[in-house]
């Protein structure tokens, strides 16, 4: 039973927005009207915000519900460790910033990109880490104070909400799965609470949006309006006979 509700909180509120916008077509569409624009609408708050929400008052209430989904995700690990959420987490930002130059449709130059990824991720940092100072959670494997919200979960959720606005939402489902899975690891690591988590994706989408909100401005003041890149691959051997790929970008 704790093992389904476990799976329920996380694959229930999270996926909902991969699909809130799916693109009519593979050509992406720069639509004022359309559901892929960069104007912010007060719709788009909800389900960030609900997902913090809940998360919060998972903070002080219900701690018979926090014990119980605790024990469902250990019973998950069984007791077996895993730090492959400490590199996961970073995986969909990655492929967001690179994704692009595979040919896959795209909305965004990789300067763009690069805009909305650092104001995204400075907006999540100070989010969770001002969000921790105030909290004070305490962790569920330790004495630290520092659990409310997941940093991990918010840097996954990020990446992934960055790919299903860039690249919509058949691109960002599997973003979506790691996201969802470098939560679960949180839980099953028993370095987070359920709330946690749910709070730190709540964050992650959030600066997502915003730092797509807030493109147009930057646009105008780093004047990007006529600008374009240009990507080459090469390939590479080192002096001590590594054969690799080398990535020349031109602004």
């Known amino acids: 039973m704790c093992i389904r509700i476990v799976l329920i909180l996380l694959f229930t509120f999270v996926p909902v927005s991969v699909f809130a916008c799916a693109p009519d077509s593979l050509r992406v569409e720069r639509d004022a009207d359309s559901c892929r624009d960069y104007k912010f609408r007060y719709a788009q708050l909800i389900l960030p915000a609900s997902l913090v929400a809940v998360g919060g008052v998972g903070v ?23 730090d492959a959420d400490d590199y996961l987490q970073y995986l969909p930002l990655a492929t967001y910033l690179t994704l692009g130059f595979t040919g896959l449709p795209h909305r965004s130059s990789f300067k763009e990109r690069m805009l909305v990824a650092a104001t995204s991720y400075l907006a999540m940092g100070a989010a969770v ?81 915003l730092g797509y909100w807030l493109l147009p401005l930057e646009r105008r003041l780093f004047g990007l309006e006529n600008s374009s890149t240009t990507c080459v691959l090469l390939p590479s051997i080192s002096s001590a006979g590594g054969v690799g790929m080398a990535m020349v970008v031109a602004f």
């Open 129 to 209: 880490k001002l969000t921790k100072l105030a909290v004070r959670e305490r962790r569920p494997l330790s004495s630290s104070r520092d659990a409310f919200p997941s940093g991990h979960t918010a840097r996954a959720f990020l990446g992934a909400e960055l790919i299903r606005i860039e690249y919509g939402a058949i691109a960002a489902s599997a973003a979506y799965v790691v996201a969802t899975g470098v939560g679960l690891m949180r839980m099953c690591n028993d370095r987070h609470w359920y709330n946690d988590v749910l709070a730190g994706a709540g964050i992650g989408i959030l600066s997502a949006r």
């Open 60 to 82: 002080s209430c219900f701690p018979g519900v926090k014990a119980a989904l605790r024990d469902g995700a250990l019973d998950i690990s069984s007791g077996r460790r895993t």
